[in-house]
């Protein structure tokens, strides 16, 4: 027998609370409890065909073959396709491309297996109109007009649907609960029975969820723990650019970046990032580096940029976006002690051009060059990169994958690279003339001056 019990829910944490209060227990938010009745089922109901196994013997099933999403960036975000029996979260501002998106994955997936795509936003003949403006031949699938949950599961249980998709998980709602489609227990509640499907029943599935500026309707972060997979859809504004983040991933890596361009046709790969960051710098200015950062699994160039300016008055100000602001306190630190380089009157600026976050320590190094720069109005060869780390007391220390970025930034053009000694590669690279550094007064001595023209490319003589 269900058991009615009634808990109140946070709509801006999702936090539980027993029993109604001004303000939510675990994020100290007012106003926020919402009551939820929710029917529990009694007793150790279990569902069918979840008998217990040894784990030797569970691992030994079918091996997994993910589906193709058509889109090989978003097919390596995912971490090589879609897994059978996955719950993928799609997080995103509104308009950003989230529906354009699963839709060409689900025609694609379409062509293979029977697919569903779920509708509470748009009509079915709207969705069609958007498939027949990107060109998509829908193969077998089939969108479906339902925001009633119990009905979208019935009609992808009847299909033997391979993918499901539900656009967006705001506008669906369950039989079991009384409140409105978007309030905190309507998303739990739906996201964890879509959960219980899709393992059920192997069938992968893909949940849109908008991220809300106010609180009116809970935001997907509520969902992040119940699913397998989360990705957010990025963006700067008025770009055309897209960027699919991995912020979670039970079956691949995080923070896995995939770059998409909206186009009239629909959302394209870009397979070739550091080529559209790289586009925007301008000619080379005193402040601008370039760097070669890691996402998850590949090397990628990209612009920074620095500005040093005399202090008006109050505290100097140190702001950095994309970048971690403490890190950039103890930069400026190292440059001060073991470089001579005094900040203390100055604001201070450091910005990764093309609203990407770089979590490494590799920038360090081009920091304290776009720093020099700026403040001593120098420019930096623009044919030049640089990475590697800075240690307290002002050695220039290796980073991960060195051999890896030095092809990159070959591969793009690049002619010189200051980089720590121990990343040197130990055969010459043609045509990069690499600058191999230990410290970061040496590295502040050799950054402004052009590499030799007529010197046999390759690597510069390491010091001993
Ligand atoms: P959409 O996928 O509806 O966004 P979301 O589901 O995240 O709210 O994308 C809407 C925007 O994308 C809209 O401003 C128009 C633009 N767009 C294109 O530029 N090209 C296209 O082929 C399509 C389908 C949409
Ligand atoms: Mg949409």
């Excluded at 969705?127 to 193969?139: F, I, T």
């Excluded at 070739?272 to 160039?301: C, E, H, M, Y």
């Excluded at 044919?383 to 007391?393: M, Y």
Aim: net charge neutral.
């Amino acid at each position: 027998m269900p058991r009615a019990s009634t808990v109140y829910i946070c709509s801006a944490c999702g936090g539980e609370s027993l029993k109604w209060q001004g303000s939510c227990p675990a994020c100290g938010e007012w106003n926020v409890l919402e009551r939820s009745s929710a029917a529990r089922p009694a007793g150790r109901a279990s569902p069918a065909g979840a008998a217990a196994a040894p784990l030797a013997l569970q691992a030994a099933g079918e091996p997994l073959v993910r589906l193709g999403c058509g889109l090989a960036e978003l097919d390596r975000v995912l971490g090589g396709g879609i897994v059978p029996g996955s719950v993928t979260l799609l997080g995103g501002d509104p308009g950003i491309g989230k529906s354009t998106l699963l839709l060409q994955v689900a025609a694609h997936a379409a062509a293979g297996a029977p697919v569903l795509y779920a509708s509470g936003e748009e009509s079915g003949a709207q969705v069609a109109l958007r498939a027949r403006r990107l060109g998509l031949s829908p193969g077998s699938l089939e969108v479906l007009p339902e925001t009633h949950l119990e009905g979208i599961l019935e009609r992808a249980a009847e299909r033997g649907a391979a993918l499901l998709v539900i656009d967006s998980i705001q506008t669906v709602a369950s039989g079991a609960l009384e409140t409105a489609p978007g309030a905190v227990s309507q998303l739990k509640e739906c996201a964890a029975e879509l959960v219980r499907f899709a393992k059920r029943t192997a069938t992968a599935v893909f949940l849109i969820g908008h991220v809300t500026k106010d609180g009116a309707i809970a935001g997907p972060r509520v969902l992040e723990h119940l699913v397998d997979t989360v990705l957010y859809f990025e963006s700067e504004t008025a770009s055309r650019y897209r960027i699919v983040r991995a912020t979670k991933n039970r079956f691949g890596a995080v923070n896995e970046l995939g770059f998409f361009a909206m186009t009239e046709g629909g959302l394209r790969e870009v397979r070739n990032p550091s080529a559209i960051f790289l586009a925007r710098a301008a000619q080379p200015a005193a402040g601008s580096i370039v760097t070669v950062t890691r996402d998850g699994g590949r090397a990628l160039l990209i612009e920074l940029q620095a500005l040093v300016d005399r202090m008006r008055f109050g505290a100097p100000r140190r702001i950095a976006q994309g970048l971690d602001a403490n890190r950039l306190a103890m930069l400026l630190a190292v440059m001060n002690r073991h470089a001579g380089v005094s900040l203390q009157e100055h604001d201070v600026f450091v910005n990764a051009v093309g609203g990407v976050r770089i979590d490494e320590t590799a920038w360090d190094l081009p920091v304290v060059l776009a720093l020099a720069s700026s403040l001593g109005e120098r420019v930096i060869p623009g044919t030049r990169v640089a990475f590697g780390e800075i240690g307290l007391t002002g050695e220039v220390r290796p980073v991960a994958y060195g051999e890896e970025r030095l092809q990159a930034a070959r591969k793009q053009g690049f002619q010189s690279a200051l980089v720590p000694r121990e990343n040197a590669p130990r055969r010459p690279i043609d045509g990069l003339h690499v600058l191999p550094v230990a410290r970061v007064e040496e590295a502040l001595a050799a950054a402004f001056s052009e590499p030799p023209r007529s010197a046999p490319p390759g690597c510069a003589p390491a010091r001993s």
